[in-house]
């Protein structure tokens, strides 16, 4: 079976969303200094690096990361490759897909673009050109009978028309996968695990998300 592991290594380099807190890792006791253990803390948003938006993320009254129904979070899924002349994603873009139905006929999609080049070239540096879905993209894709989208980079949304993506994709109880790495994903059926941790009433959490496909026989 071939594993392929989409997660990005959190580190206090990385690239954070612009107002989120970049990652700070302290190490508060240390079997150098004679302590009997090696202890650290981590600071950093839930949205940092690999993670899960929640409902409760744009839509106040909406459940929280830790009510997340774990059959949404793992299972069958289709990597989606965007062309890389895609600047925004947007209804059209899909809808002129040459596979635009197995889009249609899946519940977990994962949309490979440029993106995920700029984990090698610009890991620590935000880019605010990356590729995302803007709101007719989303409007077609709530439609779809849908369990979770996945993009690779930190929001499932463009940029510049994040907020009404996020609602009304959350707002259809979609789970939204952000910030993976598929660059050495080619497109495809995979088997899905994507956990996020259970924090209690929370937006968001980070997960660590892993793809496998059976080898060929």
């Given amino acids: 079976m071939k594993i392929y592991d989409i997660t990005l290594p959190i580190s206090p380099d990385m690239a954070v969303w612009p107002g989120d807190p970049s990652v700070k890792i302290q190490q508060l006791s240390s079997i150098e200094n004679g302590e009997e253990a090696n202890v650290s803390q981590i600071r950093m948003s839930v ?15 909406a459940g929280s990361i830790d009510k997340l129904p774990l059959e949404k979070l793992m299972g069958e899924a289709l990597v989606l490759r965007i062309d890389d002349k895609v600047d925004v994603i947007d209804e059209k873009t899909l809808k002129n897909l040459p596979n635009v139905d197995d889009l249609v006929n899946c519940k977990k999609v994962l949309f490979k673009t440029r993106n995920s080049q700029y984990w090698d070239e610009n890991k620590t540096r935000f880019n605010e050109n990356y590729v995302g879905l803007n709101t007719s993209a989303a409007a077609f894709l709530a439609e779809l009978n849908l369990d979770l989208i996945g993009v690779d980079y ?10 009404a993506p996020h609602k009304i994709l959350l707002g259809k109880g979609i789970i939204l996968l952000e910030g993976i790495n598929l660059q050495s994903v080619p497109p495809g059926i995979y088997h899905l695990i994507c956990l996020p941790l259970p924090i209690v009433d929370s937006d968001g959490s980070p997960a660590r998300a892993i793809l496998t496909k059976r080898d060929s026989f």
Avoid: N, R
């Avoid at 949205?47 to 009254?61: M, N, S, V, Y």
């Avoid at 930190?154 to 907020?163: G, M």
């Fill in 47 to 61: 949205h940092t690096g690999t993670h899960i938006d929640a409902p409760k993320h744009f839509l106040q009254e």
């Fill in 154 to 163: 930190l929001s499932i949304a463009a940029y510049a028309d994040s907020e």
